[in-house]
């Protein structure tokens, strides 16, 4: 039997793309709103998302942070204060696109799609919390504390704004890792009796990519793969439950 199209009122393809065009004009919006109110204070957060290194080298004799560029001290609170009013602005932005792409989905989809959605944000904010309370800290204090004895630490503040946004979003997108593991199984690319039989290399590969991101040492690479291969068993749980219960729904 033919399985029914979830909206047989279809809309023609000129009011989509006006639709898309709306939704992108929202989203863009969202974020110029945000950009405009949080510029003014792009000081002080420049300030708050250096603070885990400042702590770091105030007691060091000749250790700051200086600007090497001669527009640095303007580019990169403009800079850090247009990626926060991304990040800000980034469960509104799901919220168009979801809104965008829901009509041509079936009932039990939009049941799935929306924690889908709200856990993905809640999990990319994890990720940028868990960088910024506990990575950043033991990067920087890695770093400064290494220096050959004579070497004045002066950091500049482009980089280390690259460098953390960098860590932010490498760690959002790696607190994914439920995310991924659930679709992949969902999508029929892998099974999840395949992906527990593979725990061992699963495991291993954590601390690997633990290694490349986080200083050398063991606890630091600790402290990113464990909660990474924790997450990949929370998926892994996700994706031998909740199928069942949809594929009872799917229309005939």
Known sequence: MTTPNPNEHAMP???HLKELRDRLLKSVLSILILFVGLYFFSGEMYLILVEPLNALI???ENA???ATGVASPFLVPLKLAFVMSALIAMPYILHQVWGFIAPALYKHERKLAIPLFITS???FYSGVAFVYFVVLPLVFGFFTGTGPEGINIMPDISNV???CLKMFFSFGIAFEIPIATFLMVRAGMVSAQSLGEKRPYIFVGCFVIGMLLT????ISQSILAIPMYAL???GLLMSRFLPKAVKEEDPK
């Open 161 to 163: 704004l690259d460098f």
């Open 215 to 218: 200083p050398p040492d063991v």
């Open 232 to 234: 990949f068993e929370l």
């Open 121 to 123: 944000v809640i999990l």
């Open 58 to 60: 105030a007691d060091k």
């Open 64 to 66: 700051s942070l200086i």
């Open 13 to 15: 393809l000129v009011e």
